[in-house]
């Protein structure tokens, strides 16, 4: 299977605290993506970070891309309850536009 | 970004019957995909659709399984054929706006939760 790996595979803090989740993938790629999904639901896009970059930020979200180790983190600060979610990163190789997802992140935010 | 929409939301449906979902998107788009999510599991793409043609399969999928029509830009069907329990999961569809560039961001429908009986 050429499906990406997440961890950790459930995530569980308090409410303010920082989260972070690690993607590792298999191919070499054009970008990654981070997506969230809420309670089975359609996924919404968070952000997108391209092979040549190396961090970004939007919000309270940072991205990091290590094409040598061909892995991504998201760290999402100051973390509220309606951060629970799952988080899924997707890797769009290079030459394709095909979105291959890793195993998600469940993450639990509580009060 | 894109509105889509999906019908039906929800169904129950008896095994070795066929269940077609509907995509409708706000504005006219050049790729849509179909993905499926097993209980628990991660999205897997069955297929793109491909306007005025035949849609390209993933591995491990088939057309007369998962046949998919794509009359214009903004609609799409997917059809879920001789269904068994082993096809209960979520389908969902997504487009992708490539006039910017191939390499962007895909928008999702909410999903059609499937249970086979």
């Known amino acids: 299977s050429q499906q990406g790996e997440e961890d950790p595979q459930a995530l569980s803090i308090q409410e303010g605290e920082n989260a972070t989740m690690n993607c590792s993938y298999k191919t070499s790629i054009n970008n990654l993506q981070w997506y969230r999904q809420n309670s089975g639901r359609g996924l919404v896009h968070l952000i997108l970070i391209r092979s040549n970059e190396r961090e970004k930020h939007s919000g309270r979200l940072r991205v990091t891309l290590d094409t040598s180790k061909k892995s991504s983190s998201l760290l999402i600060t100051a973390s509220r309850a309606a951060d629970t979610a799952s988080y899924f990163c997707?890797?769009?190789?290079?030459?394709?536009?095909?979105?291959?997802f890793g195993t998600g992140t469940q993450l639990k935010v509580e009060l | 970004s894109a509105v889509i929409s999906q019908k039906p939301s929800r169904d129950i449906c008896q095994r070795g019957t066929s269940l077609t979902i509907q995509c409708q998107v706000d504005?006219?788009?050049?790729?849509m995909f179909w993905y499926r999510q097993q209980p628990g599991q991660s999205l897997t793409l069955i297929a793109t659709?491909?306007?005025?043609?035949?849609?390209?399969?993933e591995s491990g999928f088939v057309i007369d399984k998962f046949p998919i029509s794509r009359p214009n830009l903004t609609f799409s069907t997917l059809t879920v054929s001789n269904m068994s329990p082993e096809d209960s999961s979520i389908y969902l569809c997504?487009?992708?706006?490539?006039?910017?560039?191939?390499?962007?961001?895909?928008?999702f429908g909410p999903g059609t939760r499937l249970t086979v009986l």
């Open positions: 659709a491909n306007q005025g043609s035949e849609a390209t399969y």
């Open positions: 997504s487009v992708q706006h490539t006039l910017a560039g191939p390499y962007n961001e895909q928008f």
């Open positions: 997707a890797s769009v190789p290079g030459g394709g536009n095909k979105l291959t």
């Open positions: 504005s006219q788009v050049t790729m």
